[in-house]
Structure formats: structure tokens, C-alpha cells
């Protein structure tokens, strides 16, 4: 037996042990100089103005919400396949969430049926591009404007996707765009986040929420308004910075793994769920729909390859929701046959061949 793990990505120890010696001897642990490089860094990198590193992604998106000054009750709208932490967020504030199905071949936001729930209520948009596919952020613009509601992007699984045409990145195509640092994702921290924004009035707000209200903790003359400690650190920055360095690899072994399972997997009981890599996306995993996705997984299981099947749709947790199951016809397809394979850059392709021969044989 061999084994297969779901995410396989090295990190460069090597180079990330040196600089965190060296930063470490200087001192450099809290938030400060190496944290304000990397946030330099990726702004240069997306072509963003202003860039602020939090913990991690579910607080990117929360204090995204938080900066918009919603009111209690007031409607967001989300995709239903989304991580949950985008819901959380906004339960936390007391906020309404209104969920739209997804398209029928990708768990991104059917913008076809996005228009029909938009109301006077509705204040915000979150787009979120899944597993490095793109919303129709166009759309979701046009749509936005006419009704002068703010768009979030919630670029957490599609750093470094591109749209075609537009010059411009996953996360910098809305009002304000929130990512993760977390260990699965094409750069990581271990554990991390960040928002940008091209709005300096939200900046500003963002970086108050983000440090307990504050402005300047040196000289604190009054309590600033809502915020708590969502600081980031010198020694997580130095291992992201590593990180970055690296993105064209990443994104280069992410693509060529992807091309693997299309030119071998010919099982027409697994199909895969396309990326758009050739315009800009980027494969982060590897997604497939299998309608014997159960029996497929415990296969994999025995033989030693780690899978995840895809998590509940959203609607499921919303008592308000409870009787609209047909609603999201193209959501609970995702959620009932959804599994993603062995993904990330550095999978042994000979296994994962060997991955493939079972899976043809399924």
C-alpha cells in the first residue's frame, strides 16, 4: 500500500529557516518592518493601493462587514457553496444573509439568478471565487451599482487568478477583496489573511478595526469606535514573504497536476470540474462530481489516498431556508457528488497516476 495525501505543498525551509533566524535576531516578532514589507509586497504584486494583514481569512472577511457600517437586519448576499466562515460573519453582526445557487458547472454565483434577490434591503454583494474559478465580477459591478450596493470579493482559494482581458486580480475587482494564508492555499502562512481595497476612506476604517479602534497606540487621546487585536505577525510575514517568491512555482505544479487528471482520466462515472486555467484561473484543487461519490471515497480510503467530500451547502444551516431545497438545484448537486483528490504542487505524479489507473478501473 502507499499513501496519498489530500494537500502535498514544500515549503523552501531552508530559505524560510534562514530569514526567520535572522529577523528573530533582530527582534522583528510582533507586527512591524516585515509585516508593512509583505503587505508592500502584495499590493505591488495585485496592483491594489492598499493592503492590511489580519490572523487569518474568516477575519478578512469580518472586518470587511465590519467597515461598511451595516446596519442590524440589513441583507447580504452570498453563493450557497461557500466556506462558512463567510456566513459566520455575518450572523456575527447581525446581519441578514440571503443565498443565490450556483452555476450548474462550476460553485460559483449564478449571476442569472442573482438580480431576482436583490431588494431595498440589500447592502452588500459577496462574490466568491471558488477553487481559483472566477465570478462574474462584471456582472456582479453592473448589477451592484445600479442599486449602490458595496461588492466583496472573497478571493480566499484564488490568489494569483487573473481576469482575462482586465489586467486585474482575483480580489481587486470590487470595493474591498479578503484572502487566506491558510496551509492549503497556493501561498500560506500556516495560518494568515489579508484585505485590500483601492478605497482609502475603508482603509482607513479597516486599519481601526483591525487594531481596537486605534490610530496610534503611542498616542491614544481618546478610545477610538468598534475594533479588536486582528494584528498580524513579523514572524508569520517572513514565512509568507518565502512564500511569494514562489508563486509562479506553485501556480506552474498547480496547472501541470491539473492537465494530469484531464489527460488521464477518462472514467465518465468522475468527472471533473473545470478551471478555466488557459484565461487567468488557477486550479487549487481538484474538484470532481461522481454519483457514487461515497463509495468512491471509502475505495480511496482503503487504498491508502486521503479525500475530502464537499461540505454542505449554506441554506442548509438557515431555518429561512429550510423549505427552498429545489431552489439550489446546482448547489446540492455540488454538495451530494462533490469529492476533491489529491491536490497541490508537489503530489508525486507516479502516484497520483497510480491514483488514476484505480479511478479509471472505478
Not at 497606540?217 to 514572524?235: A, M, P, Q, R, S
Request: glycine share 6%; hydrophobic share 40%; with cysteine.
Amino acid at each position: 500500500m502507499y499513501t496519498v495525501d489530500s494537500w502535498k505543498k514544500n515549503f523552501d525551509n531552508k530559505i524560510i529557516n534562514f530569514n526567520l533566524k535572522k529577523n528573530i535576531f533582530n527582534k522583528n516578532i510582533s507586527e512591524g518592518v516585515i509585516v508593512n514589507s509583505f503587505e508592500k509586497k502584495i499590493a505591488n504584486f495585485l496592483k491594489s493601493k492598499y493592503v492590511l494583514t489580519v490572523p487569518n481569512g474568516s477575519i478578512a472577511m469580518l472586518i470587511a462587514l465590519i467597515s461598511l457600517n451595516l446596519k442590524r437586519n440589513d441583507e447580504v448576499i452570498v453563493p450557497d457553496r461557500t466556506w462558512i466562515s463567510t456566513v459566520n460573519a455575518i450572523n456575527i453582526l447581525g446581519l441578514k444573509v440571503k443565498f443565490v445557487d450556483v452555476e450548474a458547472y462550476a460553485p460559483i454565483i449564478d449571476c442569472k439568478k442573482l438580480e431576482k434577490v436583490i431588494n431595498f434591503r440589500t447592502k452588500v454583494i459577496i462574490g466568491v471565487h471558488m477553487g481559483g474559478r472566477l465570478c462574474n465580477m462584471k456582472e456582479i459591478n453592473r448589477l451592484a451599482k445600479k442599486k449602490n450596493i458595496y461588492v466583496i470579493e472573497d478571493a480566499a482559494q484564488s490568489f494569483g487568478c487573473k481576469f482575462p482581458n482586465k489586467n486585474k486580480y482575483a480580489g481587486t475587482f470590487s470595493d474591498i477583496g479578503c484572502f487566506s494564508l491558510s496551509i492549503a492555499k497556493t501561498i500560506s502562512s500556516g495560518q494568515g489573511g489579508f484585505v485590500v481595497t483601492n478605497n482609502k476612506l475603508l482603509f482607513n476604517s479597516l486599519k481601526k478595526i483591525k487594531n481596537n479602534g486605534l490610530t496610534d497606540i503611542k498616542n491614544i487621546k481618546k478610545w477610538g469606535k468598534t475594533g479588536l487585536n486582528f494584528k498580524f505577525t513579523d514572524v508569520l510575514a517572513t514565512i509568507a514573504i518565502c512564500e511569494l517568491t514562489r508563486f509562479k512555482y506553485y501556480k506552474k505544479k498547480l496547472i501541470k497536476l491539473y492537465k494530469l487528471y484531464l489527460k488521464y482520466l477518462k472514467n465518465k462515472k468522475i468527472k471533473i470540474i473545470p478551471v478555466n486555467y488557459k484565461n487567468g484561473e488557477i486550479p487549487q484543487y481538484i474538484e470532481v462530481i461522481c454519483k457514487q461519490r461515497d463509495k468512491l471515497q471509502e475505495l480511496l480510503k482503503k487504498r491508502g489516498i486521503d479525500t475530502r467530500i464537499f461540505y454542505p451547502s449554506m441554506h442548509k444551516i438557515s431555518n429561512n431556508y429550510k423549505n427552498f431545497h429545489k431552489n439550489f438545484f446546482n448547489s446540492n448537486n455540488f454538495e451530494k457528488n462533490g469529492i476533491y483528490l489529491p491536490s497541490g504542487p508537489d503530489q508525486n505524479l507516479s502516484k497520483i497516476k497510480k491514483l488514476i489507473t484505480i479511478l479509471n478501473k472505478f
